[in-house]
């Protein structure tokens, strides 16, 4: 596969009806946001509902997090015995947040190479592509040597996110990185940070990343998978394609959650409607979601 468009991992956000839509509007493929594998080993119910898919979603990784291998597996086999429609696992490294990486989760692998090779290499005898996300590390040696660990352990994407694990989310994301993990490891890296526009897209391609993860560029504009593809809609279209998304939300994950949804779009949708800040103000505010649709319509 060359030049995948995809959904990034996002905690909270990423949930089932927003992968089948996003899907339905030109992702090539989405991502589960992180899902604990302790939790799943626990057969915490939540974390199972994190599970669920649709047959409308197009090729889904499944974003696992875990301290260890021996963790990571056992949640992954959970996931293959109970989670049928799904192409890759994948193993989030880039998670900055403190509350998560004390437990040695996440980006504080960036910090335990020999654990991080381990991940991959025993999640790889399930025999499904393994993608990991990773952050770049302070110095590009650093972080073109962790690569090399994990396409040794046989990973078979690597994104990579150019701002450290320091940089949270704050401050530009370093293409250049990109470029050089590229250039070192054709047909390997995935691009992630600041994809916001048609240009952004095409800059991480030209340096020959397989994959695109469209992130916080996707919450604020939605049709951004279809206008790279060369479809253009009006804002009638684009506000009836929204409030179709809610209802469908709503059957797929309930009121509460459907709301929850739309209110991330807010913005973006309401960028499409007559409104004004007053009427995003408003959506925002809203406790139902026939309440925010009939902002939304009017
Ligand atoms: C709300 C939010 C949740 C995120 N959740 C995850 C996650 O679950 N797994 C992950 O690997 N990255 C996660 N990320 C990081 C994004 O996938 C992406 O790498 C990052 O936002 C940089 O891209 P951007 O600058 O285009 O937004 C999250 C980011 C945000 C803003």
Request: aromatic share 8%.
């Amino acid at each position: 596969m060359n030049k995948i468009l995809s959904l990034a991992p996002l905690a909270g956000v990423t949930t089932l009806p927003v992968r089948e839509f996003f899907s339905q509007h030109r992702a090539d493929m989405t991502h589960t946001e992180m899902i604990s594998c302790a939790g799943l080993v626990r057969d915490n119910a939540k974390t199972f509902e994190m599970l669920k898919t649709s047959e409308f979603e197009k090729p889904l990784v499944i974003q696992l997090f875990a301290p260890d291998e021996k963790i990571l597996v056992s949640g992954a086999l959970k996931v293959k015995n109970s989670c049928g429609n799904f192409f890759a696992f994948g193993i989030n490294m880039a998670c900055p947040m403190p509350k998560i990486t004390k437990n040695f989760c996440r980006a504080a692998l960036l910090k335990r190479p020999e654990i991080a090779f381990n991940m991959v290499k025993e999640l790889k005898k399930l025999n499904f592509p393994v993608w990991v996300k990773i952050r770049k590390l302070e110095k590009e040696n650093e972080t073109l040597n962790f690569i090399e660990i994990l396409a040794a352990a046989g990973a078979d994407n690597i994104c990579v996110h150019g701002r450290t694990a320091a940089q949270r989310y704050e401050g530009s994301a370093d293409k250049k990185i990109l470029e050089i993990s590229a250039k070192n490891f054709p047909g390997l890296i995935s691009a992630s940070g600041d994809v916001k526009t048609i240009e952004d897209i095409d800059e991480y391609f030209s340096y020959g990343c397989v994959c695109v993860m469209l992130a916080r560029g996707a919450i604020a504009n939605p049709f951004l998978f279809e206008e790279y593809r060369g479809i253009n809609r009006n804002s009638e279209e684009k506000i009836e394609i929204l409030i179709n998304f809610a209802y469908r939300a709503k059957e797929l994950a309930g009121e509460h959650k459907a709301l929850i949804a739309m209110k991330r779009f807010a913005g973006a949708v309401l960028k499409f409607s007559h409104g004004s800040a007053d009427k995003r103000n408003q959506a925002c505010m809203s406790t139902s979601l026939e309440e925010f649709i009939k902002i939304l319509s009017g």
